[in-house]
């Protein structure tokens, strides 16, 4: 009797340390989750983010193949290509009296601010001015945004800002109290800039106003102020736009360093990763007419959206546009369906790492079904992150909470009951059981059939644009730093330049080897519909086209930024003016066997030697035909397009396949060797 006694005493012993030491377990993880800012997430990260395969199912080319260097490595013929923005001649540095001040509001999306604010400081210089830290009304109009961050620091480093341009411009924070005043009571000039406007616009227009007034207020809203290619003797200007562009303009640090996390994690595997910007949104779509890409409601949405653009000047067409049609001609974005297509018939293989940018892809993650179908690692800045690491890249935000709007049934009860307790006659008469106007601007579909105009933007959907600019900033600076870029389309809801043209142009600058893809679209809509109804039966000779195709816009796609785009943001392609060439541009097309490299030269312009101090490394040479074209010694990437899983790639039948696609390789080399 007694043992039983102390058996059980022991028993609640042993089930109370129990307890003890479970309480303190989930005490101790709920400091580690609480508290730690990088374990945790990037042990999560590099385990459950990407999907693991035994390293007997699908083997890598080594770095030194050439496999590996025709997928990723550098495009040999932009490797003596490199930034040089400095000023090339003299160049005074700012005068201590100025004209005035310059204060600057600029509206629209990332890439519309990013255009402006270079445009901004060229204008700056140019009418000798003081230029106002620029507001950004995206943030300023955002409601309960933290208040630690204000406007312009909100997205960038301004301490970065003041001290890159102290050689070419002034720029404080704030407007003089007495300017300050006459700001707030409206007595300050103001002009709505138009868009890409002419140097004598501001010499003309602007300055006698400033000189007057010594202050005037500039309104952007077209997503940039200056024209885009400017005469030759302003060619230090467009040396200063790179200035402001690709050093000065600098996120601030926290967007720095989540940047830098995701970045790493991408990394964490040991393999390279491809980014895609699908640029598809609402108004991209309206504006090209793409409605009939989508079905149901999304239509309805875009057709909404184009009509709205209609009415107010934005577009100058019918509502009704033959999507398809439009889609053939190139208008469209390229599907990340389509995407897909192309990239697994480059090469890539099912187990490629691919991050998808841009804050809104119009349609949800159902059109992006396809894309993860065919590869297995499709990854964005959500599942690269954390919650809590967003959060605290917003900061301190006030808590807002919007109720759900009552049920007009339940507040025509309501009414009819107060009416019924009111007190003795004479009382009011019931209300009439009119149903109110109540807009699920959450589904957007409430609206369209309703009304003609936009809904007013919620308090919520104010301070999640005002996120997006975060989020884009995120998504820029993955995209620059990616070992290959591919866009899905390159204009935005005006006809302008997008974000993934910002993208290409900084990448062109920053290091103009890496691989850029530019697909024509006109042609790769040609190719997908090739083998719409047979796709996994593709054969050799349609790879071949699909090859040749992409490898030729690696430096076609340049040639032809350089006409249609740069016209439009010089941002898009900052070549020749903010770069050099470590070689002779005469010698490169005199002694490259290659008949198209002096067309490359030519159309990049780059005739600028580089410093000295540039020249310590050597720089690789193109000989015979190692370059960035050779398919020979591939393996057998090809014969991965669209295969099942369960097919042995190492057995007969991948053996039989290895060898017909180094058979059409060899012939595409000599085919394609002018490229």
Request: hydrophobic share 35%; glycine share 6%; charged share 25%.
């Amino acid at each position: 009797m007694k043992g039983e006694v102390k058996m059980k005493s022991k028993m609640k012993w042993v089930g109370l340390v129990g307890l003890v030491l479970s309480a303190f377990s989930i005490f101790t993880h709920f400091l580690l989750a609480r508290f730690t800012e990088m374990g945790i997430a990037e042990y999560q990260s590099s385990v459950t983010i990407f999907s693991w395969r035994p390293i007997f199912d699908l083997q890598h080319s080594p770095s030194n193949s050439a496999a590996y260097r025709r997928l990723w490595g550098p495009v040999k013929r932009l490797e003596s290509l490199y930034p040089d923005s400095n000023p090339r001649g003299y160049y005074a540095d700012p005068s201590s009296q100025t004209n005035g001040f310059i204060f600057v509001r600029i509206q629209g999306g990332f890439h519309d601010i990013r255009n402006s604010i270079c445009d901004v400081v060229v204008v700056a210089r140019l009418l000798n001015t003081t230029l106002v830290m620029p507001e950004i009304l995206s943030t300023t109009s955002s409601k309960g945004i933290s208040s630690q961050f204000k406007s312009f620091a909100y997205l960038y480093n301004e301490d970065q800002f003041v001290l890159s341009l102290a050689k070419d411009v002034k720029v404080v924070r704030t407007l003089p109290k007495d300017l300050k005043g006459a700001r707030r009571k409206k007595e300050i000039p103001v002009f709505r800039v138009p868009y890409a406007a002419s140097p004598s616009y501001y010499l003309l227009r602007v300055l006698p106003v400033l000189k007057k007034h010594s202050v005037v207020e500039i309104v952007i809203s077209e997503g940039g102020c200056l024209q885009s290619i400017l005469p030759p003797h302003f060619e230090e200007y467009q040396r200063l736009r790179c200035r402001v562009a690709f050093h000065a303009l600098r996120f601030r640090q926290e967007v720095q360093d989540l940047s830098a996390r995701i970045l790493q994690r991408l990394r964490a595997p040991g393999r390279p990763f491809i980014a895609f910007d699908p640029g598809m949104t609402r108004e991209a779509l309206a504006y090209h007419g793409c409605a009939e890409l989508f079905q149901d409601v999304h239509t309805e949405l875009i057709q909404h959206k184009r009509s709205w653009m209609i009415k107010r000047g934005f577009v100058k067409g019918k509502l009704s546009v033959n999507s398809a049609e439009a889609r053939l001609k190139g208008s469209c974005p390229l599907m990340p369906e389509e995407i897909g297509i192309l990239l697994r018939a480059y090469g890539y293989t099912k187990d490629a790492i691919i991050y998808v940018s841009g804050g809104e892809v119009f349609g949800g993650q159902r059109t992006l079904i396809a894309l993860h179908a065919m590869f297995e690692n499709v990854v964005d800045r959500t599942s690269l992150s954390t919650p809590w690491e967003l959060s605290r890249l917003y900061g301190q935000e006030v808590n807002l909470v919007n109720a759900p709007p009552a049920h007009p049934f339940t507040e025509e009860v309501k009414k009819r009951a107060a009416w019924k307790n009111a007190g003795p006659r004479p009382r009011p008469l019931p209300p009439p059981p009119a149903r109110p106007k109540s807009y699920n601007i959450e589904g957007w579909w409430g609206w369209v059939a309703e009304s003609d105009n936009e809904p007013d933007s919620t308090v919520m959907e104010l301070r999640t644009n005002a996120h997006k600019l975060l989020w884009e900033a995120i998504d820029y600076a993955v995209c620059v730093e990616a070992d290959v870029f591919i866009p899905g389309f390159d204009r935005d809801g005006k006809g302008h330049p997008n974000f993934a043209s910002l993208v290409m142009g900084h990448r062109l600058y920053q290091s103009a080897a890496s691989k850029t893809f530019r697909p024509d679209r006109k042609e790769a809509v040609k190719l997908v519909d090739e083998i719409r109804n047979h796709t996994y039966q593709a054969n050799h000779t349609w790879l071949t086209s699909v090859r040749r195709h992409l490898r030729k816009t690696l430096l076609d796609g340049i040639i032809e930024a350089s006409n249609n785009s740069k016209p439009l943001s010089f941002l898009s392609h900052p070549v020749p003016e903010c770069s050099c060439s470590r070689h002779n541009a005469n010698e490169v097309s005199k002694n490259s066997s290659v008949p198209s490299a002096s067309q490359i030269w030519t159309a990049l312009g780059v005739s600028h030697q580089c410093p000295a101090w540039m020249d310590a490394g050597p720089v690789s040479q193109t000989k015979d035909k190692e370059n960035e074209d050779d398919l020979a010694d591939d393996d057998s990437i090809s014969g991965l397009f669209f295969a099942p899983s369960g097919v042995n790639q190492g057995g007969g039948e991948a053996e039989v396949g290895t060898k017909e696609e180094n058979q059409f390789e060899d012939q595409d080399e000599l085919e394609g060797g002018e490229r």
